[in-house]
């Protein structure tokens, strides 16, 4: 009886989301496990042993290399096969959710996404519907029980285990690679709006593209990222990629700067695994004001500006 | 090319969701209804790849009768055709949605030929499975790639679709080849409102019906609730550009600054 954790990575780059997948796997108080596959997962094992998995199997087969849904579904598919654990579960990013369900295709398994909280042997569970803003209390039967945890459900905590690497051969059928990536086009280095620290967005009250300005001002001044509601992007006035909510982005910065956003439900979703909010509104009855830890009360377009002056005035 | 894109009906995304007494639905008798909106965007990309290249679209949703609707709102944007596979409206769980949706693909795909491309939302706004588009697509035996804000024949090779996925850093190109399946994601266009020629053509046009059915799968629904309320004492800091040395301190103490 093992619980075994799908790692995702990028060419051996492991995001926060895996070690949180690590932490959450420990609740079930059996040995830890992870599978890891494709170009780089040498070093990807190389740091999961920090977060208790006890052994690390590594997929091997010659159609594997960098991500490919369907091969290294296929491949991490052989690792649940040869090690015929009772839990496999993910954390459910994008690469995390469609690994997780690839797997489920290739063995006729059931698979449980985005849980919020898991019976001790996981034939019960609470999962998010709607982003997060209902919740569904289900069953899972199966013996090889297939889940993901929503994302920012656990808190990554280190655990050190031995973490001994094996190889394990699999079969990966060469057609698989046609879903490999081809080409990869980087559009921004460094910090993302997922991983800024300090995020500072604006709803419809900013009233055009060009106000969005001083709020990238202040998130330059603070090292963060720019986000935005869906109005926003629905207006053209921003980038789909900039939107904070159930059909955007999921942030978690140290503090969100809601600005100007009355918070419906599918932008709070996006915003709720934030450290710390802050409102900007001149509705006091607004949910984002509600909802947040602070606020201030009035009109983003002299507000901001104020907090941006202030901010440069200290760092002299 | 000949594209089927699926849709799921949802009660209009954005408000506030009470639940029935049963525990078993959204209550949903004060709220419009919509396509998901990843697969609103499902069905604007299949009406612009028609436009620039020809060929055929087909607009399917599993679901109440009710869910003409939906399937009426995709031909006043440009579809072509439109296919019901009817249910009671009860809760399905993933795979045997998944199951019964493959049925009635195969007797479309026997019936007519084979789809190029299959666009499919990258989750449901509601259940949020992500994981019917993949388990169809395993069955079929095609390549499927989730999460796709950009598709294009131009550039690819012969038989070939490009498939563009938005990561954090950047974008992530595949190239897939047809007949292929994809999960599109918000993002990948605007929809167009419907022209009043359109919403002529959508009343006119025939519904077709198929019947698919599948077992129960392993994960069952017991009951949905609300999530913990969050309750906060908001603190306000302050009115107006005054607040901004009292919002600072805060920066300080967060250590952002």
């Known amino acids: 009886m093992t619980v075994l954790v799908i790692i995702e990575h990028d060419r051996g780059n492991v995001p926060e989301a895996a070690f949180e997948a690590l932490t959450a796997a420990r609740q079930f108080g059996l040995p830890v496990e992870a599978a890891v596959t494709g170009e780089g997962a040498a070093d990807a094992a190389a740091s999961l042993g920090a977060y208790g998995a006890e052994t690390i199997h590594h997929a091997t087969a010659d159609a594997v290399g960098d991500y490919s849904p369907e091969a290294w579904g296929q491949a991490l598919a052989g690792v649940v096969e040869a090690t015929s654990p009772s839990i496999v579960l993910s954390v459910g990013t994008d690469r995390g959710n469609e690994l997780m369900a690839q797997i489920a295709a290739r063995m006729d398994l059931p698979f449980v996404a985005n849980c919020v909280e898991v019976s001790d042997d996981a ?57 490999m990536i081809k080409d990869r086009v980087v559009l921004s280095e460094g910090i993302t709006l997922s991983t800024a620290p300090v995020v500072v967005s604006g709803g419809r009250a900013v009233g055009s593209e060009e106000a969005f ?94 907090i941006t002056e202030e901010v440069r005035k200290r760092k002299g | 090319m000949r594209i089927l894109c699926l849709v799921k009906r949802v009660p209009a995304p954005g408000a506030r969701i009470n639940i029935t007494e049963d525990e078993q639905y959204v209550d949903d008798k004060n709220l419009g209804h919509a396509v998901s909106p990843h697969e609103e965007c499902g069905v604007e990309a299949a009406v612009q790849l028609v436009e620039k290249h020809g060929g055929e679209a087909t607009v399917l949703s599993m679901g109440g009768a009710e869910s003409e609707e939906q399937l009426r709102a995709a031909v006043s944007v440009g579809i072509a055709k439109m296919v019901l596979v009817p249910t009671d409206g009860s809760p399905m769980d993933p795979q045997q949605t998944a199951a019964a949706l493959v049925e009635a693909i195969r007797n479309l795909e026997e019936a007519d030929g084979a789809f190029d491309l299959i666009i499919f939302g990258n989750e449901s706004a509601d259940q949020g499975g992500f994981q019917v588009g993949i388990r169809i697509a395993h069955a079929l035996g095609r390549p499927m790639v989730n999460g796709i804000k950009g598709l294009d024949v131009d550039g690819a090779a012969e038989g070939h679709i490009l498939a563009n996925r938005e990561i954090d850093s950047g974008v992530e190109v595949y190239e897939l080849p047809m007949p292929a399946c994809v999960g599109v994601k918000e993002g990948i266009n605007l929809p167009r409102y419907p022209t009043m020629k359109g919403r002529l053509a959508s009343k006119k046009a025939e519904l077709s019906t198929v019947d698919a059915a599948a077992e129960a799968g392993g994960q069952a629904q017991v009951k949905l609730k609300s999530p913990p309320e969050v309750v906060n004492e908001t603190v306000i800091l302050g009115n107006g550009p005054e607040a901004a040395p009292a919002v600072v301190d805060l920066l300080e103490e967060l250590g952002v600054m």
């Open chain 1, 123 to 179: 034939s019960s569970m609470t999962r998010s519907q709607w982003g997060g803003a209902l919740h569904e209390e289900t069953t899972l039967d199966a013996d090889t029980k297939l889940l993901s945890f929503a994302p920012h459900a656990v808190e990554a905590t280190e655990s050190a285990a031995v973490g001994t690497v094996v190889d394990v051969a699999v079969d990966v059928d060469e057609s698989l690679a046609r879903t």
């Open chain 1, 213 to 306: 300005a001083p709020l990238e001002e202040l998130a330059g001044e603070l090292g963060g990222k720019v986000g935005c509601s869906r109005a926003v992007t629905n207006n053209g006035w921003r980038p789909h990629s900039d939107q904070v909510g159930q059909t955007g982005t999921r942030i978690a910065p140290t503090i969100y700067i809601a600005s100007g956003i009355s918070g419906a439900t599918q932008h709070w979703v996006g915003a709720m695994g934030s450290k710390n909010i802050l409102a900007i509104n001149t509705d006091p009855e607004a949910n984002m004001v509600v909802k947040a830890g602070w606020a201030v009360l009035g009109d983003l377009h002299e507000v901001i500006p104020a």
